[in-house]
């Protein structure tokens, strides 16, 4: 169902004429599905002022492209609000696809898998001329996406690969191994493994859901990089969970994590035994480990705690140093690459390398024709650079960059 929002429309106008400097076009309806209300939906003239989309922003989009845009509607599918990023994802993606004058239709599965094929069918219904999909689970689509692909819908693979199916044409996301490699990273560097001698430090792993394609990614990076280290005696893990399906968070449920590492810590921690490390893979499994670590860890130490995504919890958390760091990944970025992207899909062009430079971003983009196979061959990819965050460089990274406001309250919140 498509609803008219004069509110949508008059902050995608004022997005549009931010980004563009023309003040053109957005003068077609927007559509905004149920499941994101109005006000949800339209974001307030501070936000859409935000200097990080400004900044991402390629090109102008020429009055005339915008009007011509309006005949068309973006389905885009997000996996649930309740993990912070989808939310950020979902209003950048809504927000600068308006603002370019295409219509969107934006839905969230509250992480039901059924949910997003039937929300997915409905955009298909609603004949979108592109669907962008944040799976739930990667391996459930192929059905809905095999109709996706019989009307011509061509389907953008974004943050996490969509497996088993023919019909997706790209992926946008972050280097995910990446993203794994720099948490490693970082606990050599802190604890100085390379110059630990005899001394042991005892880690514990936590990942994200398996039905996610990207969470083997994050934690092989981390492993791979500390693997050395475990395998030398350096980095010990007490409660003996290694593979990736022993340290798997189903849904990246932050009281799943949290219950998991109570139990950790009362199996292998509780006769005094030191904590050095929980390498989590994301914001949302880190703050159910933090939670562990202060109510169930007897260790007086400071324990190294990783992160992924910038979560406004868990940033108050670095800023508190009860979290080391976090691997911050611009979605404002992720959300203009895939704009852009969708935008010369629907030019009937065949978008390669060349984008890259076509679109003038002024973030740092790979595309890789090599490394994600979704089991029906190598989908291209666009992939950006992750970066970490630490209390040292909030200010720089995240607030300098307009990513984040610093409050009174001495804490980073999101701009969107
Ligand atoms: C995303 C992460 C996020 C996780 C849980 C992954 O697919 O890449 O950024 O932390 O899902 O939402």
């Not at 989808?86 to 993606?93: Q, T």
């Not at 390669?352 to 076509?358: F, N, Q, S």
Request: with cysteine; hydrophobic share 40%.
């Amino acid at each position: 169902m498509k609803k008219k929002v004069v509110s949508a429309i008059l902050s995608a106008a004022m997005v549009a004429s931010l980004i563009t400097g023309c003040g053109g076009g957005a003068s077609n309806g927007g559509a905004a599905s149920e499941a994101a209300p109005a006000s949800e939906a339209a974001a307030p003239a501070s936000e859409a002022a935000a200097p990080a989309s400004e900044a991402a922003s390629s090109e102008a989009a020429p009055a005339a492209d915008t009007a011509a845009n309006g005949d068309m509607t973006i389905g885009i599918a997000m996996p649930t609000k309740s993990l912070e990023r989808w939310n950020r994802d979902g209003s950048y993606l809504e927000e600068q696809f308006k603002a370019k004058g295409y219509n969107v239709e934006l839905t969230y599965s509250d992480n039901k898998i059924d949910q997003q094929v039937k929300d997915i069918e409905g955009l298909i219904a609603d004949n979108v001329n592109l669907l962008v999909v944040a799976a739930i689970d990667g391996e459930s689509l192929s059905q809905v996406l095999a109709e996706a692909k019989e009307s011509g819908i061509p389907v953008l693979s974004y943050d996490r690969l969509i497996m088993n199916t023919d019909a997706v044409s790209y992926y946008i996301s972050f280097d995910n191994y990446t993203v794994g490699k720099l948490q490693g990273q970082y606990v050599i560097d802190q604890l100085d493994l390379d110059n630990a001698g005899d001394k042991t430090y005892n880690i514990e792993f936590t990942a994200g859901d398996p039905a996610d394609n990207n969470a083997g990614f994050f934690f092989n990076g981390a492993y791979d990089t500390l693997k050395p280290y475990i395998d030398k005696g350096t980095l010990v893990i007490p409660s003996g969970q290694t593979s990736f399906e022993q340290v798997a968070t189903k849904q990246w449920d932050t009281a799943t994590a949290m219950t998991r590492m109570q139990n950790i810590l009362a199996s292998n921690y509780s006769d005094g035994t030191q904590l050095d490390v929980a390498l989590c893979s994301n914001d949302s499994t880190a703050l159910g480990v933090t939670q562990a670590i202060e109510s169930d860890y007897a260790g007086t130490n400071t324990v190294i705690i990783t992160g992924q995504d910038g979560d406004e919890a868990n940033l108050a958390n670095v800023v508190d140093g009860k979290q080391s760091m976090t691997v911050y990944k611009a979605v404002a970025n992720e959300a203009v690459a895939t704009i852009d992207l969708a935008d010369a899909i629907l030019k009937g062009e065949t978008p390669d390398a060349g984008l890259i430079d076509k679109a003038g971003w002024s973030f740092d983009c790979a595309y890789d024709t090599e490394s994600y196979d979704n089991g029906t061959g190598v989908i291209p990819s666009y992939l950006l650079v992750p970066t970490v965050v630490t209390k040292d460089n909030i200010q720089t990274e995240l607030v300098d960059t307009g990513y984040y406001t610093m409050g009174d309250d001495g804490y980073p919140h999101p701009v969107q």
